[in-house]
């Protein structure tokens, strides 16, 4: 189902009011995480990475560095390198600070505030394909119902074998669920739903209740697919 040309026109103009004024209000968290970066490990502050976003378009994308550098890094894999991570960067990937240099892809146009994680290019293959082509139909976004799934439970596995055995599929299809699924206040949900999961790893609290939302989601979907 198509979007909306008002949930169109409603969702990028919260897209540019939000991340705008997050850019000016969140300053000071920039300048911690500038200061835990060089003094963690000196080098370059950010990631740029090349991704892709709505029709497949390639972009370049903005974060916080928290790995190491190495240039012959693999990028087909969906799981970080968790061996390059250093101290500090755990800190700002478990909190989501490290994304916040995308609020200006938000602000710019290249990603919204909700849709699919931008994906590598070596990994349209796996996140833009079959299927899942549907999911190049939106921006990429920062949060999305997948997103916070693997934020709660893939996260938890670092071995890739069994990250793509345990987590990929249900990743994979929460995002073609967020395709069928796109209104305003299901947005709002998602970002609500985003603020809890970041509170509920600080204070060590796990939205477990979020996390079986999105599972349910999934298995809902199946379930409709095997009565047709």
Do not use: H
């Amino acid at each position: 189902m198509k979007p909306s040309l008002f949930y169109r026109f409603i969702k990028r103009a919260f897209d540019i009011g939000a991340s705008g004024i997050a850019l000016i209000v969140l300053i000071p968290v920039w300048i911690i995480a500038i200061i835990g970066i060089l003094i963690s490990d000196p080098g370059p502050i950010f990631y740029f990475a090349n991704r892709v976003t709505k029709n497949n378009r390639t972009f370049k994308m903005y974060k916080f560095r928290s790995m190491r550098v190495d240039k012959s890094a693999n990028e087909k894999s969906l799981r970080p390198d968790q061996d390059r991570i250093f101290p500090f960067g755990k800190f700002i990937r478990a909190t989501k600070i490290d994304e916040l240099p995308q609020l200006l892809n938000v602000f710019l146009g290249d990603m919204a505030v909700v849709g699919p994680r931008p994906a590598a290019v070596d990994q349209i293959p796996i996140t833009r394909g079959g299927e899942n082509a549907i999911v190049a139909q939106v921006k990429a976004g920062l949060t999305s119902p997948a997103a916070l799934y693997d934020y709660l439970y893939g996260d938890e596995i670092e071995d890739e074998a069994e990250y793509m055995e345990k987590v990929a599929p249900t990743r994979l299809a929460l995002d073609r669920f967020y395709i069928g699924k796109q209104t305003v206040f299901y947005d709002i949900k998602l970002i609500w739903y985003t603020v809890l999961c970041i509170l509920g790893t600080i204070i060590k609290k796990p939205q477990k209740k979020i996390l079986k939302e999105m599972i349910d989601a999934v298995n809902g979907d199946r379930r409709a697919l095997d009565e047709v």
